[in-house]
């Protein structure tokens, strides 16, 4: 009987030693992540977002840390430096240069670009198919919380982003039909003016 659990025992040790051996790290999931992501020439996808209690839907285009999104009510240019927020209803844009923070919150993919810099990571219990990893900041003055990204398991692009800020308020963004395309010109993320006629234009530069 003794041997019998000790051969059981033995048996367990070794199937924890490979499933150990062969789990994935969160630093590992996200670096797999971070390089499908900086070694796509441009990623498009559709997106729901809840922001403390109020839903919208949209579109963005990626290309580095370029970016465009669209929703219904609002369009959001960012050329590298510069940000156009355009106001469909009233016809307004608003001209700024945002710093890294406002970007991960404007733009939750530039979170996966820089998570080395500026997070620590932790993998949770995640369903299959999928890696869930929460990060934490690594500097005290930083304006998020935490963030809860799940990505998938095969494409390493991601699936969902929970951010919560300092201020417990919670931003869940659901992305949708992700793919990965080909290089896309520079004016694609620069705001047109030709194309809003009348608008009105406020540099707070």
Same mark, same amino acid.
């Given at each position: ?7 059981? =025992? !033995?048996? @367990?040790?070794?199937? &924890?030693?490979?499933?150990?051996? /062969?789990?994935?790290?969160?630093? $590992? ?12 020439? &441009?990623? %498009? ?9 109020? &839903? ?20 959001? +240019? ?5 940000? +156009? ?5 009233? /016809? ?9 923070? $406002? ?5 939750? @993919? ?25 990060? %934490? ?10 963030? $809860? =990204? ?6 390493? =692009? ?15 963004? /659901?992305?949708? /039909? ?10 694609? @993320?620069? @705001?047109?003016? !030709? ?11």
């Amino acid at each position: 009987m003794k041997y019998i659990i000790k051969k059981i =025992l !033995a048996i @367990f040790t070794i199937m &924890s030693s490979c499933l150990s051996s /062969n789990a994935m790290t969160a630093n $590992e999931v996200l670096t797999n992540t971070s390089k499908v992501y900086n070694n796509s020439k &441009s990623i %498009t996808a559709s997106f729901a977002i809840i922001d403390n209690g109020y &839903s919208n839907a949209g579109k963005i285009t990626i290309t580095g840390n370029k970016f465009v999104i669209t929703t219904p009510q609002m369009s959001t +240019w960012f050329d590298g430096k510069t940000q +156009w927020t355009y106001s469909s209803s009233i /016809n307004e844009v608003n001209i700024g240069e945002p710093t890294a923070e $406002e970007l991960q919150i404007i733009n939750p @993919f530039s979170i996966i670009k820089d998570f080395q810099i500026n997070y620590n990571g932790k993998l949770l219990d995640s369903a299959k198919g999928s890696y869930k990893i929460k990060l %934490t900041p690594k500097k005290s003055n930083n304006d998020i919380k935490s963030i $809860e =990204l799940t990505v998938n398991s095969t494409t390493y =692009l991601p699936s969902l982003i929970v951010i919560v800020a300092k201020n417990n308020i919670k931003t869940t963004i /659901n992305i949708k /039909n992700i793919n990965i395309g080909g290089t896309l010109p520079g004016s694609t @993320f620069v @705001f047109n003016s !030709a194309n809003y006629p009348g608008v009105e234009v406020i540099d707070l530069r």
